[in-house]
């Protein structure tokens, strides 16, 4: 079975930071990793995907993540934080024909 | 660049009325899935549909909910009596048989309101 663990459900920067969300999974084969962004009131739109080679995945708006198998970990990162980019954030996981969701992480930039 | 649909974009319902949902996936998608994200809650998978039967569905798919692919292109979630807690976003998803890289296609979600 596949778990999702994303830790704080709300994150605060300021304008220019680093930022870092993390994501924690569990699988009993190897995964697949994915983080969706969601802005209020849309849908889901797929930032950066982890299927197999290069361990450093980058994406859109500035965004990267790192597979670490043996930390079982994928977490996000964004060198300097825009205020365009608060909004949920969720990890997820796909093995074995299973696609799960984390619970999200709520992204607040401050000016 | 092929994308999932999904409509209505909005429905608002009375408790008690039944609700159909549709989603046109990718069309060379063969796996469906429906999810469901009540107002900021995560993403909560409820069934996926394969070869014209589910495959998988969740504690929440119960039988209420059914899941249909009437034609070549549709596949619907009907909701046969809706309560106030099936308000919530619902999401189709599809993907293709082979060449699978793990990846869901997600439409925008039809966000149902039950009053």
């Known amino acids: 079975a596949q778990s999702v663990t994303q830790l704080g459900s709300h994150v605060s920067v300021s304008e220019g930071a680093l930022v870092l969300l993390r994501c924690n999974y569990s699988s009993s084969v190897p995964p697949y990793l994915f983080w969706y962004v969601q802005y209020p009131n849309q849908g889901l739109q797929l930032l950066l995907k982890y299927t197999t080679g290069a361990t450093l995945v980058k994406g859109i708006n500035g965004f990267e993540a790192e597979f670490k198998k043996s930390e079982t970990s994928f977490h996000l990162t964004k060198p300097s934080a825009h205020m365009s980019d608060a909004a949920e954030y969720f990890c997820a996981v796909s093995a074995d024909n299973q696609f799960y969701f984390g619970t999200g992480t709520s992204l607040t930039v401050i000016p | 660049e092929p994308e999932v649909t999904q409509t209505p974009s909005h429905q608002v319902t009375q408790m008690g009325q039944e609700v159909i949902l549709r989603c046109v996936p990718i069309s060379n998608h063969l796996y469906f899935y429906w999810y469901r994200q009540i107002l900021g809650q995560k993403v909560e998978f409820l069934v996926s549909?394969?070869?014209?039967?589910?495959?998988?569905k969740s504690e929440i798919f119960d039988d209420q909910f059914s899941v249909e692919r009437p034609d070549g292109s549709n596949f619907t979630l009907k909701i046969r009596s809706t309560k106030l807690e099936d308000s919530a976003m619902y999401f189709c998803?599809?993907?293709?048989?082979?060449?699978?890289?793990?990846?869901?296609?997600f439409g925008e979600g039809s966000r149902l309101t039950v009053l």
């Open positions: 998803a599809s993907r293709p048989e082979r060449g699978y890289t793990g990846e869901l296609f």
């Open positions: 549909f394969y070869n014209n039967e589910i495959s998988e």
